[in-house]
T-cell receptor, first 115, second 109 residues
């Protein structure tokens, strides 16, 4: 498997500000990472695929200018929620796949609250 | 988009009882995975099934993959409060995973 660390675990920000979430692969060089969003008691919705050294691939309906993804190294991907609004409040989770049967190893998640 | 349907949505049982969670799809996946997620945490991989008809056991958990590789089930024997959580199935499609809506399992002591 892979050990994935996500930071911060919780963040509260004011409307209109930007928030950066980090996802680190501690023991695996990840050319690809995935960002998900999860609403309370609901499933994971894939937002985007983060590709090391190139542009992220966003899922349909996800605004790329609002959810900026940077994957500058094989161990770090960041998700920046720009000009946050209360409706952006959610649980954001990243994952790494080692490639074996597309098995995913998740970070601890980040609870974002926009006030 | 391949859709995965999970049932039931919620399940509440007494400690020591058995339970089964189902995951069904209209399409075939190259592999299917089960995850368990606790509140405020990321999902944790429980098992991956690949071959049609496959059965895997993980202590008190038994996973089955249908012959046609479109459906799967998770059976827990003698459930314990520690089994409480959100159980998610996920199908692998190329390099991406599609998740079911999840089954919230509560085991009462």
């Amino acid at each position: 498997g892979a050990v994935v660390s996500q930071h911060p675990s919780r963040v509260i920000c004011k409307s209109g500000t930007s928030v950066k979430i980090e996802c680190r692969s501690l023991d695996f060089q990840a050319t690809t990472m995935f960002w998900y969003r999860q609403f309370p008691k609901q499933s994971l919705m894939l937002m985007a695929t983060s590709n090391e050294g190139s542009k992220a691939t966003y899922e349909q309906g996800v605004e790329k200018d609002k959810f900026l993804i940077n994957h500058a190294s094989l161990t770090l991907s960041t998700l920046t929620v720009t000009s946050a609004h209360p409706e952006d409040s959610s649980f954001y989770i990243c994952s790494v796949s080692t490639g074996y049967n597309t098995e995913a190893f998740f970070g601890q998640g980040t609870r974002l609250t926009v006030v | 988009t391949q859709l995965l349907e999970q049932s039931p949505q919620f399940l509440s049982i007494q400690e020591g009882e058995n339970l089964t969670v189902y995951c069904n799809s209209s399409s075939v996946f190259s592999s299917l995975q089960w995850y368990r997620q606790e509140p405020g945490e990321g999902p944790v991989l429980l098992v991956t099934v690949v071959t049609g008809g496959e059965v895997k056991k993980l202590k008190r958990l038994t996973f089955q993959f249908g012959d046609a590789r479109k459906d799967s089930s998770l059976h827990i024997t003698a459930a314990q409060p520690g089994d409480t959580g959100l159980y998610l199935c996920a199908g692998a499609d190329d390099y991406k995973l599609s998740f079911g809506a999840g089954t919230t399992v509560t085991v009462r002591a």
